[in-house]
């Protein structure tokens, strides 16, 4: 960790209500990253040259990790993340309407846990406005220069029937934009969400999102983009295997393990308890060991043949490095940036490369999944 960041970030944070200390850095790294020196700034201190690179689903990645969905919701800080030396942002999740959230507060820290809690309820500008930002973002700096993902999420009032629509709509507006839809119908925050993991909503919706991706490809005369489902921690491993029959049959390229949980852990911190006792979905570092184990559980049963991202706890390059040798090309995190401050993508590049010497891969893909083979090395 920065040491600036652990002596000074850490502290103030304490003192600062979640979601206001996240609008906060999220505002700061937006008026930063809009003004060039101060952009080169960060990029010097928090942006590194990197030697892992690798390809998932036909792209090209400086290095394996990049920004968890939720952190920037509407993509208001598009050229603070690549100069943060992310390798990729999802941005979202975004819905076809505009919608406010649950009511605050809706987002708690447990320090000693390394964890969250949130019930934000996907509060985003919906899919109009955060396509318009992109758009005026394109005609005025040109495309990122790192892939955006989009996740996409469906409006409370959309019925879950009808939910399909929702987020084939977001897709349409939002497709000139992306390198790779996330299909989320995971979180924890909308009522009955979930369900939509069950064959018949999520069959709906991959088909919904297929017509219109196709014909966006068209009229673009571009290839169709990948579309991966991001799945909840709370799934059984036999409710998992479903899902990525369902999901792989129905032409999804991937996976995305996992989404927040709703499960918690014990402790026997007075503070983390009263934390753990709200209402929404927990993250950070008690969720790292159950997405660790999904993407060995798909992995395995793909046969590493189907493209895997990995989020949930990584606040280091050990974490990043387990996630990969269980199977997962790409890495993610949210709660890693909240405890862990801007440092931590440099600190999970150095890592990695120093793993990959170590272990004599020669390339990032190498490690991927290594753990499952007899000449896999630790
Ligand atoms: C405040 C907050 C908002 C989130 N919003 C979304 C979202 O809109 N869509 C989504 O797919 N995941 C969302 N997530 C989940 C993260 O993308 C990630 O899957 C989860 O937090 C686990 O990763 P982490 O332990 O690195 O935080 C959110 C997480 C947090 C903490």
Known sequence: MGAFYRWFGRPWLRFQDSERAHRRALVGLRALSAVAPARWLLRGMYHRRSTATVTFCGTTYAHPFGLAAGMDKNAEALRGWPALGLSFVEIGGVTQHEQLGNPKPRMFRASHAQALVNRMGFNNQGSEKVAARLKSHWNRHGPLPVPLWVNLGKSKITP????????????????????????NVSSPNTPNLRELQNDDGLIRILEACRVVNQSCADEHGEAAK?????????????????????ARSNGADGMVLANTTL??????????????????????????????????????????????VG????????????????????????????????SLTKSITKGLERRMRQTGYSTLEDAVGSEHRSDGVA
């Not at 990948?226 to 990525?244: N, R």
């Not at 983390?272 to 927990?282: A, I, P, T, Y």
């Not at 974490?319 to 801007?342: M, N």
């Open 160 to 183: 879950l029937d009808q939910a399909e629509q929702d987020y084939a709509t977001t897709m349409r507006l939002l497709w000139p934009f992306a390198t790779v839809f996330v299909v």
């Open 226 to 246: 990948p579309v991966l489902v991001k799945v909840a921690p709370d799934l059984t491993d036999e409710q998992l295997i479903h899902v990525v029959d369902t």
């Open 263 to 308: 499960a918690r852990p014990p402790t026997s911190h007075p503070a983390d308890q009263r934390v753990f006792d709200e209402q929404g979905g927990m993250s950070g570092q008690p969720v790292k060991h159950r997405a660790t184990e999904m993407i060995r559980v798909v992995h395995r049963h793909t046969t590493g043949s189907w493209p895997l």
């Open 311 to 342: 989020v949930g706890g990584v606040s280091s390059a050990d974490d990043a490095w387990e996630k990969i040798r269980a199977g997962a090309t790409l890495v993610q995190a949210y709660s890693g940036f909240v405890f862990e401050g801007p």
